[in-house]
């Protein structure tokens, strides 16, 4: 399974649960799992990253970081209107677009191969939200890709403060 990280997970993960200073082990461990090719984080959603003013985009930006972490992958096109068509609305305008940002890019790179990527959001479910305002749990269901959240990679990668890259 190949796990895509939105760029909230990466942010809620600095501010509480795994702040950077603290537990060093967790980006250590992402690193580890990105050079295993588990995880990645789809380019658009790293340029969120990079572009913010914090330690978490001074990690991003890191050349180390970037060459492990980094999905290198050419989007179809088709995919991303797919998941904006079927996942959002089929006419959606600019300022909805706008309003939705990288989202539909992640989705789409795990809509390219459903059966073994899945998307890692912060996001819940929200089913009563419709358009530009859907959430990524409700919108890769629509769309037939895995999602879950910073808890399940946790689970799933076991990640610990004892976790050891060389066992």
């Known amino acids: 399974m190949l796990y895509l990280l939105d760029a909230n997970t990466l942010i809620t993960a600095k501010n509480l649960y ?40 001074d990690w991003v930006k890191h050349p180390d970081v970037e060459a492990v972490l980094l999905l290198d992958e050419e989007l179809a096109p088709e995919l ?23 989202d539909p890019f992640m989705i789409a790179y795990a809509l390219a191969r459903p059966d073994n990527r899945m998307v890692i959001s912060g996001e819940v479910s929200a089913p009563g939200k419709k358009r530009a305002n ?13 999602c879950n959240n910073l808890f399940k990679l946790v689970n799933d990668l076991n990640f610990s403060t004892s976790w050891d890259a060389d066992a």
């Open 134 to 146: 859907r959430r990524v749990p409700d919108v890769c269901r629509s769309v037939g890709v895995k």
């Open 80 to 102: 991303v209107q797919r998941v904006l068509a079927d996942g959002y609305a089929p006419d959606l305008s600019d300022i909805d677009l706008e309003k939705i940002g990288m």
């Open 18 to 57: 795994y702040q950077m200073e603290r537990v060093p082990e967790f980006w250590d461990w992402l690193l580890h799992h990105g050079r295993k090719g588990s995880l990645k984080i789809p380019p658009e959603i790293f340029n969120e990253l990079r572009n913010g003013k914090d330690e978490l985009a």
